[in-house]
């Protein structure tokens, strides 16, 4: 090999080293559990002026979209929950994520689709996404859990069938009330939640975490090994559908999906995809910073050539992913 040719490819190593570190002083996006948040102040769309977290009691934050079918469930429970645990100092608010920058008719949707579920809880307007961006928020419904001096002591990505289960038991651990599961309950729980099989459940836990790292590759990956150790297990195949639909249920999506399945020798999983939330019409986009409902598959071109946000770096890695 000449000298040349070695000074190319010296020079290539260079440059793809270069790309792969991160600018010193730039911050990772996303915070991890015993990270602080500094307090500040929001609005309500009601116009309401309030500062989180709060500073005394647990503070519940739960990010959610219209278009999110499991979001609906989740804003339930946790009206449940803030009723159930009110006495015991915890707070629930809402942060809606439905597009980064919110218009008059998205906050009045947002209104009626809280007003038809008569789900009474604080909504939170998130100017720009900016709370959302700087915890990384990957899956919605997410659900955030601050002490008072603004540590993140719990984060619980999704809304999987175990998860009313799963979160008044954490719940009551965080504050201290926990107490051992009845024979009686420990059956209920069995019966709510599904019980994978074939180690299924290693696998989805491994998507998850991936799903959550903004990976989605490798989270569908996992998620698919895992419907291949149990085609029954639903939570790997509604995970699946929130990657292939983070942009929107359009017929691309479905697709996509469906080859995948299809390829991964997974048709009969196929007839349990869901069908379309009510209220979301075909072709809507519901990706967080989309403001209109007009594109019917995510945008392939370059990107522009100046600094991305972070909302921008993680749709732009989404759409590779589909």
Same mark, same amino acid.
């Given at each position: 090999?000449?000298?040349?040719?070695? *000074?190319?490819?010296?020079?290539?190593?260079?440059?793809?080293?270069?790309? !792969?570190?991160?600018?010193?002083?730039?911050?990772?996006?996303?915070? +991890?559990?015993?990270? =602080?948040?500094?307090?500040?102040?929001?609005?309500?769309?009601?116009?309401?002026?309030?500062?989180?977290?709060?500073?005394?009691?647990?503070?519940?934050?739960?990010?959610? @979209? /219209?278009? @999110?079918?499991? @979001?609906?469930?989740?804003?339930?429970?946790?009206?449940?929950? %803030? $009723?159930?645990?009110?006495?015991?100092?915890?707070?629930?608010?809402?942060?809606?994520?439905?597009?980064?920058?919110?218009?008059? +008719?998205?906050?009045?949707?947002?209104? $009626?689709?809280?007003?038809?579920?008569?789900?009474?809880?604080?909504?939170?307007?998130? @100017?720009?996404?900016?709370?959302?961006?700087?915890? %990384?928020?990957?899956?919605?419904? *997410?659900?955030?859990?601050?002490?008072?001096?603004?540590?993140?002591?719990?984060?619980?990505?999704?809304?999987?069938?175990?998860?009313?289960?799963?979160?008044?038991? $954490?719940?009551?651990? =965080?504050?201290?009330? !926990?107490?051992?599961?009845?024979? +009686?309950?420990? /059956? /209920?729980?069995?019966?709510?939640?599904y019980q994978p099989k074939n180690n299924a459940l290693l696998f989805f836990g491994m998507g998850k975490r991936y799903h959550e790292k903004g990976y989605p590759e490798k989270a569908k990956a996992k998620y698919i090994e895992a419907l291949q150790k149990d085609s029954e297990y639903p939570d790997p195949l509604r995970s699946l559908e929130r990657l292939f639909f983070d942009q929107g249920r359009t017929p691309e999506a479905e697709d996509r999906i469906k080859n995948l399945l299809t390829a991964s020798g997974l048709e009969a999983v196929i007839g349990n995809i869901q069908e379309e939330p009510e209220g979301m019409e075909a072709g809507q986009v519901s990706a967080p910073g989309t403001t209109t409902p007009s594109s019917q598959v995510p945008a392939q071109a370059a990107p522009e050539a100046k600094a991305m946000t972070p909302m921008e770096r993680m749709k732009l890695l989404m759409e590779k992913g589909n």
């Open positions: 090999m000449n000298f040349q040719n070695k *000074t190319a490819i010296l020079a290539v190593v260079i440059l793809v080293a270069t790309l !792969a570190v991160p600018a010193v002083g730039q911050p990772e996006r996303g915070i +991890e559990v015993g990270q =602080k948040i500094e307090p500040r102040q929001f609005r309500t769309i009601e116009r309401e002026k309030i500062t989180l977290p709060v500073e005394e009691g647990l503070t519940v934050l739960l990010f959610w @979209s /219209t278009w @999110s079918p499991r @979001s609906e469930p989740a804003l339930g429970l946790w009206k449940k929950f %803030g $009723d159930e645990y009110r006495d015991n100092g915890v707070k629930v608010f809402t942060i809606n994520a439905d597009h980064q920058d919110m218009q008059p +008719e998205d906050v009045q949707l947002v209104r $009626d689709y809280i007003a038809q579920r008569e789900i009474e809880l604080p909504v939170v307007v998130d @100017s720009q996404l900016e709370l959302f961006n700087e915890i %990384g928020v990957i899956v919605l419904p *997410t659900t955030l859990i601050f002490k008072p001096d603004g540590t993140l002591d719990y984060k619980y990505a999704g809304f999987p069938t175990s998860a009313e289960l799963d979160l008044k038991q $954490d719940l009551e651990a =965080k504050l201290g009330i !926990a107490e051992e599961p009845t024979a +009686e309950e420990e /059956t /209920t729980r069995g019966k709510l939640a």
